[in-house]
């Protein structure tokens, strides 16, 4: 059980993301979870609900004693290094508002993890992806649509939420989208014309009437298009081409920066298409494009 006090900061604080820093609703029900256990380990640790006063006296025992016991519990070194970010993130508010130190908090840790590296598709395989979408429906728009849609996410580096965030308005495609991504940030995204034209097919097609402020992308009974119908489908194509389970919707996203970089590409202006807020997220595409060097390089030159 945790306090009435502790339970109503952590709202608090919630509300100031979602307000003054336009957290997304999934970042703020991940932070949630995470607080929330956090504060009920240290009342179980303690033995009774701790208020807020008792928040300002967490040791760097306790905070050693609370990961242990996460990790104990079968929580991955990456999923405990986000949950420690929540707690100080949340303990850099309290702390502000309550006056007390939260050093303890603040210094702990984060546990070591290999970072992943991105899983982009190789280039011919992002376009027999893109051809073999298309076959996985007997509906001919059906096909149209899905693969307008991944061509899309291909062609332009969207995440499947920015895509199927699309609406009619922004049909026909433009040169360029304005999208809004992460934490309300926007970019500017430059459309190929293939994707245009794919998207153009698609709307020729499609037996729902195109509406301003309607989905761009349908479901068949003319509802917004769920997410899982797109990964289902690249999953069947992937099966029939012989890919990896890491040819995903987001895939295609990795692949347009990775395919970016190959070609010369600036590190900088990728991470305004991607809509990175950080340098460094962009910066493990250089790592894709050094591995996939390395791999040319051992094929080249066979060590005895």
Sequence with gaps: MISPACRN????????????????????????????????????????????????????????????????????????????????????????????????????????????????????????????????????????????????????????????????????????????????????VPVLPAARAAVDRYLDLCPHPQETNAPLFRGVRGGPLNASIIRKAMAQARAQLGLPATATPHALRHSFATHLLEAGGDLRAIQELLGHASLSTTQAYTAVDTAHLMEVYNRAHPKA
């Design 9 to 188: 900061a952590l709202e608090h604080w919630l509300a100031h993301l979602g307000g003054l820093r336009d957290a997304a609703d999934n970042t703020l029900t991940a932070y949630r979870g995470d607080v929330v256990d956090f504060l009920a380990f240290m009342t179980q640790h303690f033995g009774s609900p701790q208020g807020l006063g008792a928040l300002a006296e967490i040791t760097t025992g306790d905070m050693r004693a609370w990961m242990a016991a996460t990790r104990a519990g079968g929580t991955g070194a990456r999923s405990l290094a986000r949950k420690l970010s929540a707690v100080k993130s949340f303990y850099t508010w309290l702390a502000e508002r309550q006056g007390f130190e939260a050093t303890a908090v603040l210094s702990a840790r984060s546990p070591k993890f290999q970072k992943k590296l991105p899983r982009p598709l190789a280039e011919d395989a992002a376009k027999a992806m893109i051809e073999t979408v298309e076959y996985q429906s007997t509906s001919d728009w059906v096909a149209a649509r899905d693969v307008a849609v991944v061509t899309v996410l291909y062609g332009c580096g969207l995440r499947i939420s920015e895509a199927l965030g699309l609406t009619g308005g922004d049909a026909p495609l433009p040169s360029v989208l304005r999208i809004t991504g992460k934490g309300g940030k926007e970019r500017i």
